[in-house]
């Protein structure tokens, strides 16, 4: 049995705020910021689920509840899987938290609605919402996920590279990959339009992706 501590959600919460906060940190002093060739290191989905946690702060679990991950990342993989992503994962890691990752043979190899209890199992969602983020319908299908789980949950966003206004009415670099959904099921892209929306208007970090850092 893993060894957590239990404390009341807002003490949790702010332990693991100040851990994301560290390790955001720790990331952007990583490597590939000068050598973008550094690549870091990515499990695959098994060896994700059986890695085993250092002891850690755990919410206050509800009767009805079950979380096997302390951490869920979602992200755009072009746009940061092998560099700010990547590390960020590492450093959840080397802190303790355990942190789910999809890996590049998840998206080959399954559906979106596969992955969705991994959500459901997770306590803390840190989308990292970049330029590319919606163009792609499995992010887009993640994050509505995300919304509909929150509930008593924590979503800390961290928008890479990307105006929140943007995201908020998907304007900008969201505008037009909103535009190739026109054909779509109203319904589905008005629900990915509101999770965007709300993502977009919490607290989160805001990181510019550019040579200065």
Excluded at 165 to 178: L, N, T, V, Y
Aim: charged share 25%; hydrophobic share 35%.
């Amino acid at each position: 049995m893993r060894n957590s501590r239990y404390l009341p959600i807002a003490g949790c919460v702010a332990a693991i705020l100040e851990w994301i906060k560290s390790a955001i940190g720790e990331a952007l002093q990583s490597p590939w910021l000068s050598d973008p060739a550094i690549q870091a290191p990515i499990p695959d989905p098994g060896e994700v689920v059986e890695r085993p946690s250092s002891p850690t702060v755990a919410l206050s679990p509800s009767p009805n509840e079950q979380h096997d991950f302390d951490i869920f990342l979602s992200f755009r993989g072009v746009d940061t899987r092998n560099g700010f992503t990547g590390h960020l994962y590492q450093a959840l890691c080397r802190r303790g938290l355990k942190t789910f990752i999809d890996s590049e043979d998840l998206h080959r190899g399954e559906t979106i609605e596969e992955l969705f209890p991994y959500i459901e199992r997770s306590k803390v969602f840190v989308p990292i919402i970049s330029k590319g983020y919606g163009d792609s319908k499995w992010c887009l299908k993640e994050i509505a996920k995300i919304v509909e789980c929150a509930g008593r949950r924590l979503i800390l966003p961290i928008f890479f590279g990307v105006e929140p206004s943007h995201i908020r009415h998907q304007s900008g670099p969201f505008e037009r990959a909103f535009k190739s959904y026109d054909k779509m099921d109203k319904a589905e892209v008005k629900k990915w339009r509101d999770a965007l929306t709300k993502v977009a208007g919490l607290s989160g970090y805001s990181l510019k992706n550019d040579a200065n850092g």
